[in-house]
């Protein structure tokens, strides 16, 4: 079955220091790979998405995703980062039924 | 706001009672989505709708049960809901079924059942 692992439940960063969210994913085949972020109290939102072509996938709010095929990740990162960058961020792929499944989310800390 | 409007945004109910829910989208999009999020697990598929039809269940209680009366709007009745029920639930809509369109949620409804 198609899924991602998101191995860390929290992810502690200074503010301006660089941020790294970890995914790995567990495909047949070509995966699509997708980022979503949630604030308190709100739905989750779209960042960014790999289907093809160039492994760094730039997205929303500075972020960016890199698709490391050999190591089946696609961590999230975000070079300088800012304490309203706090909230739960969750990686996702498409499965078998071509919906999309969703890792467990980490919970992203900025501290000032 | 996203475009998808979910409400109530909270709700506390007894295991005796019937509530429902409700989801709305004025994106134009056709396929519609309910998924259950309990802390520190992933997102549960629980309903898909394309085109006002089902498509998926995964192997939902029967406790829930969804309605879909047009491409607009989503439902979800509950009726002698278990604790274990509690959970923040939420609405996505996408353009098509397919999942390189990605997803447009709204906000959730927070339920919690005593």
């Not at chain 2, 509950?78 to 999942?99: I, K, M, R, V, W």
């Amino acid at each position: 079955a198609q899924s991602v692992a998101q191995p860390e439940d929290q992810v502690n960063v200074a503010e301006g220091n660089p941020l790294t969210v970890k995914c790995t994913y567990s495909v047949s085949g070509n995966p699509y790979l997708f980022w979503y972020v949630q604030y308190p109290n709100r739905g989750l939102q779209f960042l960014l998405k790999y289907i093809t072509g160039d492994n760094l996938v730039k997205g929303s709010y500075g972020f960016e995703a890199e698709f490391n095929k050999s190591q089946t990740s696609f961590h999230l990162k975000k070079p300088s980062a800012l304490v309203s960058d706090s909230a739960l961020y969750f990686c996702a792929v498409r499965d078998g039924n071509n919906r999309l499944a969703f890792g467990k989310g980490n919970q992203v800390v900025v501290i000032p | 706001e996203t475009g998808v409007t979910q409400t109530p945004r909270h709700l506390v109910m007894g295991m005796t009672n019937k509530k429902s829910l409700k989801c709305e989208q004025h994106l134009g999009h056709n396929a519609m989505y309910w998924y259950k999020q309990s802390a520190k697990k992933p997102l549960e598929l629980m309903f898909v709708y394309n085109f006002k039809e089902q498509t998926e269940n995964n192997s939902v209680p029967s406790r829930f049960s969804p309605e879909c009366p047009n491409s607009s709007h989503l439902f979800l009745h509950l009726h002698t809901l278990q604790p274990e029920d509690s959970a923040l639930y939420l609405c996505a809509s996408s353009q098509g079924q397919a999942a390189n369109y990605g997803y447009t949620f709204g906000s959730g409804t927070r339920l919690t059942v005593v």
